[in-house]
């Protein structure tokens, strides 16, 4: 496939002492496929790192700037309007389930590292609605409704077709942010050329049949690991998004937000909840619980049986009856006709949080 050039992001390592003063702007991706093309584009971005010891190695990270498929970034009341055009109920319903990686490029794409946990395990607590939700919470099965989980749409760079991911709100200082995996906003590096940010890109929460009963959140600002955006490793498949205020609201607000968890044990009981694609079409969330356990070295990720097909969707630890919890994992690929993998969310998972929970 033909790549573009970009502009390239600069990389910085900081001490650790100095995560919180990490800043940035951004984008991230990973392509998939839809059916139509968005407004024309160009980037900028700049990057912060931050450093994690949990690896033996520095964790950067950087950030970019969210932009419209004609590079315009998302931002002026024009450049909001604009996408709020362009995604319309036919887009979505057309929009491809983001590209998975291969089995071949799941063995081959991780890089070796000390077995973790190397830390203390901690969480940060999940932060309520401004106002109630009508939530039915996460159920054990197939159906899920809550607002805590939502559907991503966004414009590959690479075909600009339109494709699809789950996601879900992160209680952070900001009110704004969102996790999921990296590949859902960056394609992710290969053969010495880093993977481009995708265009577009927006935010559904609770998304329902085609029905957005929380609006829709559009991306001011992406953060990944330098590891991803460089090389595609899927041991950093994990980004974090700002979102824009709608309508004078922040995300966090109007839908509450799960917390994050770190360091935790490999062997935990999760709940997947997101939309997969080979479940009604996507339209409506699906859930399955089940307990994780680790892939084995020297793969330091973990694996959970649950068929959950489609990236992004979190894997969250002790979910309460409004379905939010802590948040341990997010699906980056599927396996072997039914396991589910995600990266570990070891220290430099706490540090991207500390980095961009509080970027507005």
């Not at 491809?96 to 190397?118: F, K, M, N, W, Y």
């Not at 039915?136 to 690479?158: E, H, L």
Request: charged share 20%.
């Amino acid at each position: 496939m033909r790549r573009t050039r970009h502009t390239p992001v600069r990389r910085t390592l900081l001490p650790a002492a100095a995560l919180a003063l990490a800043l940035g702007s951004g984008g991230l991706a990973q392509a998939g496929g839809g059916t139509e093309a968005g407004p024309p584009v160009a980037a900028t971005a700049t990057a912060a790192a931050t450093t994690a010891a949990t690896t033996g190695t520095a964790a950067a990270t950087e950030a970019a700037a969210a932009l419209l498929l004609d590079g315009t970034r998302i931002a002026s009341a024009s450049s909001i309007t604009a996408l709020e055009r362009y995604w319309t109920s036919e887009r979505m319903a057309k929009a491809l389930p983001a590209r998975a990686r291969t089995t071949a490029d799941d063995i081959s794409a991780v890089s070796p590292g000390r077995q973790e946990p190397t830390g203390k395990p901690g969480s940060t607590p999940p932060v309520p609605p401004a106002q109630h939700t009508r939530d039915s919470g996460v159920r054990d099965g197939v159906q899920a409704d809550t607002s805590g989980v939502g559907k991503v749409f966004y414009t590959s760079p690479a075909d600009s077709k339109n494709y699809f991911c789950s996601a879900s709100a992160l209680g952070s200082p900001s009110k704004q942010l969102v996790i999921t995996a990296a590949h859902c906003v960056n394609e992710g590096g290969t053969n010495g050329t880093p993977g481009r940010y995708v265009r577009n890109w927006v935010y559904v929460p609770a998304f329902h049949s085609g029905t957005r009963p929380h609006g829709t959140f559009q991306a001011k600002e992406f953060r990944a690991f330098s590891e991803w955006v460089a090389r595609g490793d899927l041991q950093y498949d994990i980004a974090m998004v700002t979102t824009h205020p709608l309508n004078g609201r922040k995300l966090i607000d109007v839908t509450g937000g799960n917390g994050l968890s770190w360091n935790q044990d490999h062997r935990q009981r999760v709940t997947v909840t997101g939309y997969s694609y080979d479940h009604d079409t996507a339209r409506t969330q699906r859930s399955c619980p089940g307990t994780a356990s680790p892939v084995g070295a020297p793969d330091r990720r973990v694996e959970i049986r649950c068929a959950m097909r489609g990236g992004g969707a979190p894997w969250l630890r002790n979910p309460v009856a409004s379905g939010l919890g802590h948040v341990n994992g997010v699906v980056s690929t599927l396996v072997n006709e039914g396991w589910n993998r995600s990266s570990y969310f070891g220290e430099y998972v706490k540090a991207m949080w500390d980095t961009q929970g509080s970027r507005t």
